[in-house]
């Protein structure tokens, strides 16, 4: 991911950081980041989980096989 361009934070009154304010395109394409990543993980994981799902080739032939 790109560094954060303009990035303010909002300070308490002994200075310690508490809030950030960021651009809106800077948040929109973090937004959409974060997701693609879920995404992403969700794959993965159900990819992981996949269970009893046959080979595309082994399909075919089995196909094959009931029509004859």
Known sequence: MPALKNVEYLTDNRGKKRSVVLKVTDY?????ELEDLE???????????????????????AVEADRT
């Open 39 to 61: 995404d992403s993980l969700k794959l993965e994981k159900a990819r992981r989980d996949a269970a009893g799902f046959r080979k595309w080739q082994d399909l075919i032939r």
């Open 28 to 32: 929109r394409r973090m937004t959409e």
